[in-house]
């Protein structure tokens, strides 16, 4: 008896450690879960898949972790679906784990396993991948959990319909946003470069921004939404260099600033920094803010969440 209730803790246990791992991932408007960007952004960062694709995959992923730790929570069944479903998409994971060791390495890093707010490094993932690995196995040979016989079905059906519903239901995937917001009448406004050759701070920042088409970007060392849109448009950056990105920094003190290109990875992006006067003149007052710039003029202030790469090259191009 004792030995049942114990095999059915551990199960509780590992099945919690899945459901939270969707959760933090999840995103708003769920409290301490961090956005469900960066997530995204890790399957094209990799190449996996593109940036059309890439909101569907994440959410997928994160429903299949609700269901598998959902099933494992309650000891439904688990050698019917739950132990090979984990033990597969543990796997996965591990598999990825060790492609960003070998191209990103391990310092540095946040493997986004629990999203922002819970940070591992890909070697400290993969080594509780293993050991949740070694647990499953241990609970499939000894640890059958509790069969609701003719309930089962009908159970499975609601978890699995809850669980994959539930990531598209708080984040619906808005794919035609982004191309529908670059194709509204343009904003025109002049935005003053003036105070930023005048006033920038760490580098001096290049007059061909005054020049063509430029893509600038206005982020706070401190916020984690403009770190999410730095991340995103690193990731842009990396698969076309020709992209004319621009970083204006708000704030330019040592700690603060190693802490967001150490996060992010954005150091070999061009940059500057202004004091928060100025900053705040030609941004405003929400950041992130991200301007596509023609010739000193701003056509578009954009959202990070809706940058999209194929847009912005067809803007480029025109």
Known sequence: MYKKISLSLLCSIIGFLFVFAGYTKAGAP???????????????????????????????????????????????????????????????????????????????????????????????????????????????????GWDLKNKSKYLMVVLFLTSFAMPFIWNPVELNYSEAYLNRPEENFKIELDTLYNNAELTIPPRSLSQGKQVIAFLSLTCSHCRTAAKKIRIMHERNPEIPFYFVLDGKDDEPLKKFFDDTHTENISHCALSDRSFVYLAGTVVPTIYLVNNSVVEHDLDYMILDQTEVEKWLAK
């Not at 739950?82 to 191209?103: E, H, P, Q, T, W």
């Not at 391990?106 to 396993?113: E, I, K, R, Y």
């Open 30 to 144: 769920l409290p301490y879960s961090s956005p469900i960007e960066p997530f995204e952004f890790t399957f094209v960062d990799l190449g996996f898949i593109n940036w059309r694709l890439a909101p569907f995959m994440a959410r997928i992923l994160i429903g299949v972790e609700f269901f598998i730790g959902l099933l494992l929570l309650f000891n439904f069944n688990p050698r019917k679906i739950s132990y090979k479903l984990g033990i597969g998409i543990l796997v996965f994971f591990s598999g990825y784990l060790l492609v960003l060791l070998a191209m990103k390495g391990n310092v540095g890093n946040n493997c986004g396993c629990f999203g922002s707010y819970f940070k591992m490094s890909p070697l400290q993932a993969l080594l509780k991948n293993l050991i949740m690995l070694a647990v499953l196995f241990v609970l499939y040979k000894y640890h059958s």
